[in-house]
């Protein structure tokens, strides 16, 4: 088959990002040696670098760009320059639009322990020893986009003249009720085959229909097992006994909380990829998607050559992986941030005594020399 060439869009964005999306594209570079494929890219400005250019989060040009690409790779957003915006120009908006714009409605958050990183936790080694869990977030759904919303005056005269309401809307339909548990029985029958459906269904509606779906869609998955928790529940079991899970599927909001808690159950938020999927194909006949680290643009550190790459370095593998079709570079991505980290390598994130500190750019380097 003659050489591919898949369209890239980067947007590095804003704080660390552009730092750590620069080193991680070198690494991403090195590993496609020999493998055929040639990536085409093209970099872009979303979040607060976009506000300040252009006055918005996303630009239109910019979602179309995203729209044409094969997949979008996105470091991180925000920062306090921008944190007296009123919430629809804020830089978070920026991956709101790209999330809804290209209906990728399925967060693929993994949280798996590498052995060389277990003394990282501030949990204990014989609880978070051999983690390696999912969790399958919802994610152009739910109360993030759920209408009505908004803030009003209240007329009402025993509230008193200046009160007001806040309202958001939790809503799901059975079809992204459906959609989105597929996504994780589908993950899960290449995993341990074991499916924890998070809701809180003693005392929501949305809940209540969401858990009627998938107990409804399990019968199509009579080789996974089904068990549904509640989201407080969930919560202190991931942190009393983590390895009980394989698979978490829920909503945006629930989603977006646990997999903050999955992902410093491992020891450093720093060193979590994600992946968002939704239906559609790119012109490599994968899914379109789109890649970024999961900890945020850590403004504090930025510019210092000092933040940790490996999120994003990992968040590269998980673009090869879904929407590349090349899993066997993927695997040695991962490979080769494992062997940096057991070599000693450390960034200042995950830094213990007895390890070797590195910068972004070293990390960067001790990875491609183990590739
Ligand atoms: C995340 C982040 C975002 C979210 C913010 C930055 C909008 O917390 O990706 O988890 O809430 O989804
Ligand atoms: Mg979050």
Redesign the pocket.
């Given at each position: 088959m003659a050489a591919k060439k898949a369209k890239i869009l980067i947007l590095g964005g804003d704080g660390i990002g552009p730092e750590v999306m620069d080193e991680s594209v070198r690494v991403l570079e090195k590993s496609l040696e020999g493998s055929g494929l040639k990536l085409d890219y093209e970099k872009d400005l979303a979040g607060g670098c976009s506000i300040d250019q252009h006055g918005i989060p996303l630009a239109p040009e910019t979602l179309k760009k995203a729209k044409k690409a094969d997949a979008v790779l996105l470091g991180a957003v925000?920062g306090p320059k921008w944190d007296a915006l009123p919430h629809e120009k804020r830089p978070?908006q920026a991956?709101?639009g790209l999330r809804s714009g290209l209906k990728l409605f399925a967060n693929l958050r993994p949280a798996k322990i590498l052995p060389a990183l277990v003394t990282a936790s501030s949990l204990k080694e014989d609880v978070v020893g051999g983690i390696d869990l999912l969790v399958v977030r919802e994610l152009t759904g739910g109360i993030y986009f759920g209408k009505p919303r908004g803030i009003k005056d209240l007329k009402s005269k025993d509230q008193g003249p200046k009160s007001k309401k806040g309202f958001n809307t939790e809503v799901y339909t059975t079809t992204e009720i459906d959609r989105i548990l597929r996504s994780a029985f589908d993950a899960a029958r290449v995993r341990r085959k074991k499916v924890t459906s998070v809701d809180k269904a003693n005392i929501l509606e949305s809940s209540i229909l969401w858990r009627e779906t998938a107990t409804a869609l399990g019968k199509d998955y009579p080789d996974v097992t089904l068990e549904h928790m509640y989201v407080d529940n969930c919560a202190m079991q991931l942190v009393r006994n983590p390895k009980q899970f394989d698979v978490i599927v829920t909503t945006n909001l629930f989603g977006?909380i646990l997999?903050d808690e999955a992902a410093m159950l491992t020891g450093s938020i720093g060193m979590l990829p994600s992946a968002s999927l939704g239906a559609k194909k790119n012109r490599l006949g994968f899914a379109q998607g789109m890649y970024e680290p999961?900890h945020g643009s850590a403004p504090d550190i930025a510019g210092k050559g000092i933040a940790n790459p490996l999120a994003t370095i990992l968040s590269c593998a998980l673009m090869v992986r879904y929407s590349l079709g090349r899993d066997n570079v993927a695997v040695r991505l991962e490979k080769a941030v494992e062997k940096a980290l057991e070599d000693g390598f450390r960034c200042g994130d995950i830094f213990e005594e007895g390890k070797i500190k590195v910068g972004t750019k070293e990390m960067a380097e001790k990875v491609m020399e183990r590739l």
């Open positions: 925000g978070e991956l709101l977006d997999s999961v």
